[in-house]
């Protein structure tokens, strides 16, 4: 079984306000400017919620990501 790539910053992108927001360790809730998005997790999870679908975009990092 193949395990799953180790995250390295968990970020994204709210496409309503452009806000980008990180999460930098475990329960770090964070949210844009405007409200739409939030993420959670650090590099242990990566947690998205947000109000309109379809309006974030994800950046986060994972290792031997190229």
Sequence with gaps: MKSK?????NKAKCLLCN???TSKHSH???TC???NLSIDGG???ARR????PNSY???SEYENQI
């Excluded at 790539?5 to 910053?9: D, E, F, G, H, Y």
């Excluded at 919620?49 to 309109?52: A, E, G, I, V, W």
């Design 19 to 21: 806000d980008v927001i």
């Design 28 to 30: 770090d809730y964070v």
């Design 49 to 52: 919620l947000y109000q309109k």
């Design 5 to 9: 790539p180790k995250m390295l910053v």
């Design 57 to 59: 975009q994800d950046l």
């Design 43 to 45: 590099r242990e999870y």
């Design 33 to 35: 400017q405007c409200g």
